[in-house]
């Protein structure tokens, strides 16, 4: 069977290592569309979508994110991250930051979005890791990072993906067929 969405899907894995290519101003257009037309509980479509494109501002998020890790006590982390170069976004040249308003699906909304941006991306042969990490730069307290970044009052971090053209070729995980309960 021919379908690009599946083979898409089948094909999808987190890269991690990424060229100097900025994404196309077209690519970028289609992973906005990509985003606003998630799927929300009830329509509300409370998320918003942080676009970085500036690698300047995307340096500044990795220091937040180090910062955010030291400041959660976790000393052991914060050195291994900072041996690393605090590359937690992987020098991508997009980075999405989803943030919404808390909710009991606020959570599954931002899922299914980070993967509509995710498999928009894979589509147009760009590669994408999701990013839990970035959490750290705001936590409690860190409402001036938040008011950085351009979260909207009220607004918390749910989860972020770096998007840009693979540096490296992978192949996606295995998986275990018994997962699948069938009735
Ligand atoms: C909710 C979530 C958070 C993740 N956070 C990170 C992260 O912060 N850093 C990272 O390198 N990978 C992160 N990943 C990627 C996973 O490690 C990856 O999806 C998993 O190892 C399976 O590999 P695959 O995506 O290549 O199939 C995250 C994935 C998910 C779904």
Not at 19 to 44: F, G, I
Not at 93 to 120: M, Q, R, T, W, Y
Not at 124 to 144: Q, T
Request: glycine fraction near 8%; hydrophobic fraction near 45%; include cysteine.
């Amino acid at each position: 069977m021919q379908n690009q969405v599946l083979d898409t899907v089948l094909n999808r894995s987190s890269i991690r290592a990424y060229a100097d290519t900025p994404v196309a101003p077209e690519q970028l257009e289609a992973l906005k569309k990509a985003a606003l037309a998630s799927p929300t509980a009830m329509n509300r479509q409370d998320q918003r979508f942080i676009f970085i494109t500036d690698p300047e501002k995307r340096k500044r998020l990795e220091q937040a994110i180090v910062d955010g890790v030291i400041a959660s006590g976790n000393v052991d982390f914060a050195e291994r991250m900072k041996s690393r170069g605090g590359r937690v976004t992987y020098d991508a040249p997009l980075v999405v930051i989803i943030c919404a308003k808390p909710s009991h699906f606020a959570p599954v909304d931002a899922g299914i979005a980070v993967e509509n941006i995710v498999l928009a991306a894979g589509s147009m042969g760009l590669g994408s890791v999701i990013l839990g990490m970035p959490a750290s730069a705001f936590g409690p307290g860190s409402e001036s990072v938040k008011r950085e970044f351009g979260f909207p009052e009220g607004f918390e971090f749910m989860i972020a993906v770096s998007v840009g053209t693979p540096a490296v070729q992978k192949t996606p995980h295995e998986w275990d067929e018994s997962h699948i309960i069938m009735m």
